[in-house]
């Protein structure tokens, strides 16, 4: 039988009780198909800053290499939130996704047919959304140097990033992004600002060279300002969506909001090789942890990506989706997503659920 | 009786048409308030390309600066498109921003009751919208230095761009943004990326010390990628919202496709001294250029803008915005806003219906 090993990633809030669900479900659908999983449970985030006194441990990143697959729930808290930048949970995070130079940022934002009253769109706007942007994220002006502060010319304060991609960077997550359209409906917008800043000229024209490798994929351009427009206009008008790094959090953010329930939304991030990491898209929610209140369902769609991307076990991924869909279908919602006439359940039941139609 | 000097920069695709319209609808309004206007019009845009070669000739620019207020209609098209940057329609506009020295971009969203069903969120969520971005309009990323291509330590091609922003940008556009606030519903949200971005955390720390000027203010502060989801979520829990260039050009678009009716949208762009520029925010739309089909309340509403922002020309602004309105109650539609019942028009027969009621 084969066997993996897995980095659990509570940290904060949630995190940890989305986790437990998760990880549940992963074993029970693991073993129907002969898999074992071996977990390392390891702090990070603001559960970390308050053991050691980092956000990321080094034996943290040093574990989530060595495993096959990472599993995050959620970090960060009002508690840490004004602490100096080295000290933040967010920065915990860009570490770890550097650390293990996971450069694809894979977010799906799809409107299932039972949840579509959640959406604060039209329901003729909101239904049968499906799409999938493709974030670059270790580079970009996340990364950028020089940045920090210092003074202009005349002598005031100034506050800077830089803005930068190298060729290599765009090429590599361009082939992921063609790559992906290919596997679903043959379309890939570019999300760039390339008729005002040279890093997205470069962008586009990498992009645009390596659309020569993919003549099945039907390549657009979209400058972003319009991309967030057309995303509410007419969201079924995109399939794959590529973009930088900074562009991809606020545009992944408005698209997993077009579904009105970001508690079902899964990410995977992945490099070239080593192991990927994959969390749900929502935060940590400190208002509502440890109330069993939680929706597990993001991050347990989390781990049918982790099964799929991480680690190719496509039946298992597949068992633990349905199981999800089974679970709305038998009318079971959490607070985030319940409706009239359907049964208000808390994280540990909903699990439950899923864990009878695995 | 009062006179002014208006530049009129018509630009390109149905920006002709639409500043045709506007400029009667001015010079109506004015003259019952015994105002006078002398227009002198300018090339800009592609227009200009075409005429001399750049997109913002020198005298245009000249023209413009020692005019008091100046209305544009649209820039860009097709044909302009693949031109390198030094000759594209926007460059030019960024110059024209940068030579007015219009640092403040008022950019209000409002669902307006009679064109409610125009928008793809559902209309408890629509209705009552009505919301004001100010965007930081000279800096940042759009301007910061350096910028270009290169090579990185591995002679790899790069390209750059710097997001910085200096106290003084800052301050300026907090000091408008809280003064907006004030005549408005007095809440003010900030959008930054502060938990990333150090441009972002000084953004945060001058906007948080200039609260202290404004008590009656009420400043809350909100990432950017939660940003762009709150608008779809919830856009009636915001009044103002304060934010850099880039993040700006985003959300304000996103902002405005909420409303459905883009083509009714207007903007206002204000220096320190000088005269403002006035245009809609909808683009030049080449392929509707010429057919009596565009939508010109934007533009006329957009110079109701000029006389309030630009001239202090408080009654003949509501004179006009009254008379917009009154052309939709009589239902007036051009297409783009147009639905079952109501009367379909073409760009200067509603313009016709907007003099008739001013
Ligand atoms: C927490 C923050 C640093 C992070 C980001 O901006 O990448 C988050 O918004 C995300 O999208 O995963
Ligand atoms: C045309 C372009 C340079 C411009 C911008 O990005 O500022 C436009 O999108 C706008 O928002 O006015």
Chains 1, 2 share one sequence.
Not at 90 to 103: K, P, S
Not at 189 to 208: G, I, P, Q, Y
Not at 269 to 289: V, Y
Request: glycine share 10%; hydrophobic share 40%; with cysteine.
């Amino acid at each position: 039988s084969k066997r993996y090993n897995i980095t659990l990633l509570p940290g904060d809030g949630i995190g940890p009780e989305v986790v437990s669900v998760a990880k549940n479900v992963l074993t029970l659908a693991g073993s129907q198909q002969g898999i074992e999983f071996e977990f390392r449970e390891m702090p990070m985030g603001g559960a970390a800053l308050d053991l050691v006194g980092v956000p990321l441990p080094d034996e943290t990143l040093s574990v989530a290499k060595q495993s096959d697959a990472i599993l995050l729930g959620a970090i960060g808290g009002y508690k840490w939130d004004n602490n100096e930048k080295q000290l933040k949970p967010e920065t915990g995070l860009l570490q770890l996704r550097a650390g293990l130079g996971v450069f694809a940022n894979l977010r799906p934002a799809t409107v299932l047919p039972q949840l579509v009253d959640s959406s604060t769109l039209k329901k003729e706007v909101a239904e049968g959304v499906d799409l999938m942007v493709v974030r670059e994220l270790t580079g970009g002006i996340y990364f950028g140097q020089p940045r920090g502060f210092g003074k202009n010319e005349k002598g005031e304060e100034i506050g800077f990033n830089t803005e930068v991609y190298a060729t290599y960077e765009i090429d590599r997550i361009a082939r992921v992004a063609f790559e992906t359209a290919r596997k679903r409906r043959g379309k890939l917008c570019s999300v760039d600002k390339a008729n005002v800043l040279e890093a997205s000229m470069l962008w586009r024209k990498r992009v645009t060279m390596m659309a020569s490798h993919y003549p099945d994929i039907e390549l657009t351009h979209m400058y972003v300002d319009n991309a967030a427009m057309q995303l509410i206009r007419d969201p079924k008008q995109f399939d794959t969506i590529v973009t930088n790094n900074i562009f991809g959090d606020i545009l992944s953010d408005e698209a997993s909001m077009l579904t009105g329930s970001i508690g079902m939304l899964p990410s995977a991030s992945l490099g070239e090789s080593g192991p990927g990491l994959f969390e749900p898209i929502h935060g940590s929610a400190p208002d509502i942890a440890g109330q069993d209140k939680a929706n597990p369902l993001a991050t347990v769609l989390s781990v049918a990506m982790l099964l799929r991307y991480g680690l190719q076990e496509e039946n298992a991924a597949r068992t633990i989706e349905n199981a999800v869909l089974e679970t709305l279908n038998q009318g079971f919602r959490t607070g985030d997503i319940f409706s009239t006439g359907k049964k208000l359940v808390g994280c540990k039941e909903i699990g439950e659920a899923v864990m009878k139609s695995v």
